[in-house]
């Protein structure tokens, strides 16, 4: 059945800079926001922009990922004709390799796109947190008659020595793509969001790939090529939320705007819904004991602390006079009796035990000295022990 557009959302990224929170699965599948994974947001994206084909290219310990996409139910996408697609190396003929790239990834499924026959290709990364209408930027990749359409977000001068920058004509056509640049020319940073005319796009991969020098690179290889050859490459602007949850801290940053009331990620109304697959949990429960303020607390939870400014994710238990602040805690985490977290991320199934100390205040301590710390999935730390500010567990701290 042909379609006017498939989306492949490059999910198979190992996310080192997450250390100990990525140790047994992909960065796409970490938890985010109290309800949800942070491939929630663009597959929700995919079936708010009417867009019902996506293939999920799979790598970095898949098992869990691929578990919680499962039929593509929770996000409509269990589809006869189109649907969610998980898309992992496969062998063909005697060769086998691993993805050796972003554009290699999609080279090595040409085949699933071809089955398709779409007019266009959605490359988008699943590492991402941002609410965006793709048929918004598909209909202007149409007007502009462009081969290539990038989507880009206005940041500051510091941030644009890190990011990819795209400099711009007046009429918003890509002159040049500079990759973390000492002197950014523009503010204009890529998102890693593209549109491809798949006809146009099929014959860079294939000449990439013949390429041995080729680090197989959409940023690093594609862009770049396209523009030597003068292909019309244009921008697409975008001025919502979007964050890139790499690190600790900016996965810590990104959760707590989510408690911010001024922030663009608006979960709560009805335009441009984030869907998840969650748990069948009872309803989260607030004893006589507990105080709550400024938080976000999801089904299943158990409270007799006090938690505040913290997002709270499903079957989490905060004992009698355990204290919760500033911090994420995801499923299945109890924080004993007496015990302390602030400025941290504990992860799933871990326990803080009684009287234990997690993080620190960030007026107790040096700025150099002061960052998040984090509890790697089911890690147990003994009653009374102290994880001190950025130090992070990935064995138990007895």
Known sequence: MKKECVAMLLAGGQGSRL???????AKPAVPFGGKYRIIDFPLSNCINSNIDTVGVLTQYQPHELNAYIGSGQPWDLDRLEGGVHILPPYQKGKNATWYKGTANAIYQNITFVDHYDPEYVLVLGGDHIYKMDYSQMIEQHKR????CTIAVK?????????????????D???????EKPKKPKSNLASMGIYVFNWGKLKQYLIADEADPKSKNDFGGNIIPA????????CVYRFSGYWKDVGTINSLWDANMDMLASSHDINVFGSNLRVYARNPTAP???VSKTASISHSLVTEGCSIHGRVTNSVLFHSVIVEEGAKVNYSIIMPGAVVGRDACVQHAIVAENAVIGAGARVGADPQTVGPDEFGVAVVAAGVRIAPGRVLGAQEMADSDVV
């Open 19 to 25: 250390y100990v929170l990525t140790t047994n699965i």
């Open 144 to 147: 502009s008659q462009a081969d």
């Open 154 to 170: 206005e940041v500051d001068s510091e941030e644009a020595t890190r990011m990819g920058i795209m400099n711009v004509t007046p």
């Open 172 to 178: 918003d056509i890509v002159c040049e793509f500079e």
């Open 226 to 233: 396209m523009l030597a050859a003068d292909e019309k490459l």
């Open 283 to 285: 309803p989260h429960y």
